[in-house]
């Protein structure tokens, strides 16, 4: 008795593949975005005013 080969895997078993892959992205979009956070960017110290009342009278 021969075996017989399936070439296309069942539709069950790539859902499964590709829902653990998509976990695995979710996860690791989770992980980068808290790690981002935790980073201290530069940020200006100084308050900028800008004087914007010519402006508003020439319109």
């Known amino acids: 008795m021969q075996l017989k080969y399936n070439r296309q895997p ?8 590709n829902l653990i ?7 690791f979009f ?13 940020s200006p110290k100084k308050n900028y005013n800008i004087d914007v009342t010519n402006d508003i009278k020439k319109l």
Do not use: A, D, G, M
Request: proline share 4%; charged share 15%.
């Open 10 to 17: 069942s539709f069950t078993s790539s859902l499964i593949k």
């Open 30 to 42: 989770i992980i980068s975005i808290f790690l981002i956070e935790k980073i201290n960017f530069p």
């Open 21 to 27: 892959r998509l976990i695995i992205v979710i996860i």
